[in-house]
Nanobody, 115 residues
C-alpha cells in the first residue's frame, strides 16, 4: 500500500485547508484510515480517523473544526481543516492499517498557520 499526501501549505489563523491522501496498491484489506500530525519538538499525535463502516473519531483539540472523509471511488481520504489556529502548525501524515495498528504511512505535508 502506498499513500500520497498533498494539500498542505501556509494559511492565516481562521483559514482553511484540505489535505488529501491518495492510496494505491493492495488496499482491499485496509480497515482504518487516519491523519496524524507532529509539531516541532512534539510527538506524533492522532488527529482523526475513519474506520470501515464510516465511523469517525477526532482529537479533542480539533473537534468541530476538522472533518475526515473518504471517497472510495477515488481511493482517497481527506481532512478538511477549518478555523485553523497557530497550534495546528505541524507536519501532517496520512496512515492506514489492515490490523490493529497503523502500518502504512504517507510522506508528511507541512501545514503552517501564521499571521
Amino acid at each position: 500500500v502506498q499513500l500520497q499526501a498533498s494539500g498542505g501549505g501556509s494559511v492565516q489563523p481562521g483559514g482553511s485547508l484540505r489535505l488529501s491522501c491518495e492510496a494505491s496498491g493492495n488496499i482491499f484489506r485496509i480497515n482504518a484510515w487516519g491523519w496524524y500530525r507532529q509539531a516541532p519538538g512534539g510527538q506524533r499525535e492522532l488527529v482523526a480517523d475513519i474506520i470501515g463502516d464510516g465511523s469517525t473519531d477526532y482529537a479533542d483539540s480539533v473537534k468541530g473544526r476538522f472533518t475526515i472523509s473518504r471517497d472510495n471511488a477515488k481511493n482517497t481520504v481527506y481532512l478538511q481543516m477549518n478555523s485553523l489556529k497557530p497550534e495546528d502548525t505541524a507536519v501532517y501524515y496520512c496512515a492506514a492499517q489492515n490490523g490493529t495498528v497503523y502500518n502504512y504511512w504517507g510522506q508528511g505535508t507541512q501545514v503552517t498557520v501564521s499571521s
